[in-house]
């Protein structure tokens, strides 16, 4: 029986390879680079690199896109190449594909992704043979003995093709097409910079900017508290004033009259304090749900200081080593049959000390454990396969993945919380406080944590009773407060705010309710914007731009790790059309898409709609008066006509400004002069005292020195800048 199985990467593939020959005897036919494939009879396992196939560029359609100023691309039959980088292995799998296999496996990540890169090998090459679907979640043996027990005929995933399909379409469309055109327009008012219109990395940037934009329009607000405390069997507590309607008060409820605030104190302060109501409730916690990939690169970016970039990397690295399920998890739920392995993961965990496995019941089910809510992927978890030589920030998110398994064998947290109103001299305080009556999983969280499990209502309260009179109080404290400006965006909240995007919607908007409510769904962390494998890539492309350090950036970061717009970043946002800078657009796209995975929606209409949204867009570019650019010009002090842009150097890792003249040569050197960048970002342009030729600064064998080419004198460098009051020393000899 001949056999062939594809999986996306591999890992995978040396996964599968080990699980049907663990005898290991099997051949391997490796050509260098990651490239090649495994046998034994007529059994073959190979694997993808990614996506070894992509969407041609726009002139693979016709010569004229070869002009930025062509940008009405529309294929109506869609072409893939492979890049170079990728094309050795797709040889390798379009040789295995030319046999019709009694049973070929697709094995690509069970997502959208993983679905379409496979099956987009296998339609190019025009393969019609039995396709069968499997579904790795982990590569230890269980989790691949549990995959090859659910093998199902491939053409069940239609739909999620047709998904990955429109969605990879939908991205090229408006990526290709708003970029060209904005730039191009752009640049009749003068900007020089390409202007990069994506649908997830423009809504993106339109958060960072909008939320700027409230800092710098931000006014402080001076208002006013009063808080009473009391004791009673020997406890202390306090309660907060409640101003009447008769108070002046702004709209957010605050006094901002210190007279009027102090006024009350005076009046309440030596009268008791009546007990109006007191309401007690009991209820329960349930411990957090294992970890989905956003929800781990959140904890680990605030507790072990890790970037978005660095927990992704980490945690694929532990799958690799089989210690974890797959990272890119948008689920935090488990199916019920893995229940089963509980037990003995949890007695691993104990042997390698993880907190809180010793005592872990594994007969305790906790709602993580539910099939209905199980989509592609479930829960990152661990494996049980012992770590082995970890890295400090390694072992950091092991430890993570695994606690969070083991509070699922908890019971719940059991608290009692009341609330309570006071009268004192007609004036009304309240306050409420919470008891802890059985710990449960609370008992293996760290402090801060569980007090925001608590919502910080942490106070100890005596036993009070409607009526009671509490005395006189022991305090009445006037606080002075202020309103804070909103907080900048960090790595860990603009992830947070693309997940629940809803929060950033038009309160109109119908998507919003829907997206709301699939929250707490399967893959709750895949209903916002961006997808849990790109959003890091998304956000670090803000700010630095990998693909192509020529291009600027829209925003930096700062020294406490915030993210703050740049000019330019303003400027696209200020420019673009509302449907592109908000959110709502992307939001309803990955409902629609939802919906073509559901079976529910259509693929050609989705294309259709984007084609009517790129139109929309284009007619607006081109016929909107952009701003005036915000960024600053340099002028070239060589060729006076050409401006200077500023670029980055991936090999020295730093910026510097050229002429965007190619033409441009200083005229006494005969070459390309480059200029040093500022932190400000602004070019270091020197010239010689004696000819006022431009400098050219050059890192000599003992360190950086100034020339000038004319008249061949060289100056000392000094903090990146020529020392011009110094004594001039000669090309020839001298220490330079």
Request: glycine share 6%; charged share 30%.
């Amino acid at each position: 029986m001949s056999e062939l199985y594809i999986a996306e990467k591999k890992d995978i593939a040396d996964a599968i390879a080990s699980y049907i020959w663990p005898d290991g005897q099997f051949e391997k036919r490796l050509s260098g680079k990651g490239n090649g494939y495994y046998r034994k009879d007529d059994t073959f396992v190979s694997w993808a690199k990614g996506h070894v196939l992509a969407l041609v560029n726009p002139d693979a359609y016709g010569q004229q896109f070869l002009k930025w100023e062509e940008y009405r691309c529309f294929p109506q039959q869609w072409l893939l190449y492979s890049p170079s980088d990728k094309k050795d292995q797709f040889n390798i799998l379009r040789e295995l594909l030319k046999t019709k296999y009694d049973t070929l496996y697709h094995c690509g990540d069970a997502d959208r992704e993983g679905q379409l890169l496979i099956d987009e090998i296998l339609q190019y090459c025009g393969y019609k043979g039995t396709v069968k679907r499997i579904l790795i979640n982990s590569k230890d043996n269980a989790g691949l003995k549990r995959a090859f027990d659910s093998i199902e005929d491939n053409r069940n995933y239609q739909n999620l093709l047709l998904a990955g399909l429109a969605r990879e379409q939908w991205d090229w469309l408006i990526g290709f097409n708003l970029t060209r055109c904005a730039t191009v327009c752009a640049r009749r008012f003068g900007y020089r910079n390409t202007w990069n219109i994506g649908g997830v990395k423009t809504p993106t940037l339109a958060l960072v900017v909008n939320r700027e934009r409230e800092i710098q329009n931000f006014k402080k607000t001076n208002y006013f508290t009063l808080k009473a405390f009391f004791r009673k069997d020997n406890i202390s507590f306090n309660a907060m004033w409640q101003p009447g309607d008769s108070v002046p008060q702004d709209p957010e409820g605050r006094v901002l009259d210190r007279s009027i605030a102090d006024m009350i104190r005076k009046k309440v302060e030596n009268h008791d304090g009546i007990v109006v109501t007191v309401e007690k409730k009991k209820g329960t916690s349930k411990p957090p749900l294992p970890y989905s990939l956003a929800a781990l690169q959140v904890d680990a970016g605030k507790l072990c200081k890790l970037s978005l970039t660095r927990t992704l990397d980490i945690t694929e690295k532990l799958y690799m080593d089989k210690l974890v399920s797959y990272p890119r998890s948008d689920c935090k739920y488990l199916p019920e049959a893995q229940l089963a392995d509980a037990s003995g993961i949890l007695d691993k965990l104990t042997a390698i000390g993880i907190k809180g496995a010793a005592g872990a019941n594994p007969d305790l089910k906790s709602p993580a454990w539910n099939d209905n809510k199980i989509s592609a992927h479930h829960a990152i978890i661990p494996t049980g396969v012992a770590p082995k030589d970890l890295k400090e920030d390694e072992a950091a998110v092991y430890r993570l993945i695994c606690e969070r398994y083991v509070l699922q064998f908890y019971p719940d947290c059991q608290y009692e919380t009341t609330k309570f109103s006071l009268n004192i001299s007609d004036e009304t305080f309240t306050g409420s406080g919470k008891i802890i009556l059985f710990p449960g999983y609370t008992s293996l969280l760290r402090k801060d944590v569980t007090e925001d499990i608590e919502n910080n209502e942490n106070i100890r309260l005596p036993n009070l009773s409607q009526g009671e009179n509490l005395g006189v109080p022991q305090n009445v404290d006037l606080q002075a407060k202020e309103t804070k400006p909103p907080k900048r965006f960090t790595e860990v909240s603009l992830l947070d705010a693309m997940i629940n995007i809803y929060r950033f919607m038009d309160k109109d908007n119908p998507y919003r309710k829907k997206m709301m409510e699939v929250k707490e769904g399967a893959s709750a962390d895949s209903k916002g914007i961006g997808t849990p494998a790109t959003r890091n890539v998304i956000i670090a492309s803000l700010y630095d731009n990998q693909k192509n350090r020529k291009l600027p950036t829209f925003c930096s970061l700062n020294k406490k790790g915030e993210i703050v717009p740049t000019d330019i970043g303003f400027s696209l946002i200020d420019n673009v059309p509302a449907e592109l800078g908000q959110p709502d657009t992307r939001a309803m796209m990955e409902m629609e898409l939802d919906s073509i995975e559901a079976g529910e929606g259509s693929y050609p209409k989705f294309l259709d709609e984007a084609k009517e949204m790129v139109l929309k867009n284009i007619a607006f570019f081109e016929n909107h008066k952009f701003t005036e650019p915000v960024m600053k010009h340099f002028k070239c002090p060589v060729c006076k006509n050409g401006e200077l842009l500023l670029r980055y150097s991936p090999a020295t890792k730093n910026k510097f400004f050229v002429c965007e003249n190619e033409n441009c040569i200083h005229p006494d050197s005969g070459r390309k002069v480059y200029y040093n960048c500022t932190a400000e970002e602004e070019p270091v342009i020197e010239f010689c005292p004696d000819d006022q030729s431009v400098l050219i600064r050059i890192n000599g064998k003992n360190g950086f020195f100034w020339s000038c080419p004319k008249c061949r004198k060289t100056f000392n460098d000094i903090n990146g800048r020529p020392d011009l009051t110094g004594k001039k020393k000669s090309m020839k000899g001298g220490k330079k």
